[in-house]
């Protein structure tokens, strides 16, 4: 019966430590923004953008709609995750309409990780290492002209697998502790 106890014990932290594991590879999802419109707040995946401007356009970098940070003294939308911290990958991004000084500037927490500067017509993609968000990542356009942003690519934050790991070890400890008292 002790012995049916270690071995369940075992197999269950086990279990846990192959589904941490299995998290340490999360793949990276794809905000796309569907064919959505209007401005508000919006929700895709578990993200969700305040203050967002959400059309359909040619002018889409991805096709479909996209967030759009129109011209003037300044626009932005902020991104959060409901589940907290998550990682930024990158983004696809076109300029269009420009005047003087179009940019936008991608702010992570605290402070811009990027800022891009371009001309009219200028369609790219941001690709980054994964960079962790732990509020929010903010998408702020300085003015001038219009930008487009489309396919934000993000991931969750995995977890360790350690946690299944280190109960598996106290089950085992456990298990030795009573046999050697029996």
Do not use: W
Not at 51 to 74: F, H, I, K, R, V
């Amino acid at each position: 019966m002790k012995q049916t106890a270690l071995i369940s014990a075992l197999l269950a932290g086990l279990s846990l430590s192959a589904t941490g594991a299995s998290a340490l590879t999360v793949p990276s999802e794809t905000i796309d923004f569907g064919t959505s419109a209007g401005t508000g707040s919006y929700t895709e995946d578990g993200f969700t953008f305040d203050s967002a401007n959400l059309n359909e356009s040619s002018n889409c970098p991805g096709g479909g709609a996209c967030l759009m940070l129109n011209n003037g003294a300044y626009s932005d939308a902020a991104m959060t995750s409901a589940d907290g911290a998550f990682y930024f990958h990158g983004l696809s991004y076109a300029f269009n309409s420009a005047g003087g000084g179009n940019s936008f500037t991608v702010f992570a927490d605290v402070g811009p990780l990027i800022t891009i500067y371009a001309a009219d017509g200028l369609t790219g993609t941001l690709s980054l290492s994964p960079t962790l968000i732990s509020v929010q990542l903010s998408l702020s356009h300085g003015g001038g002209g219009n930008v487009r942003i489309d396919d934000i690519m993000v991931s969750g934050v995995p977890l360790p697998a350690a946690g299944g790991m280190l109960l598996a070890g106290v089950g085992l400890l456990a298990g030795l502790r009573r046999r050697k008292g029996a």
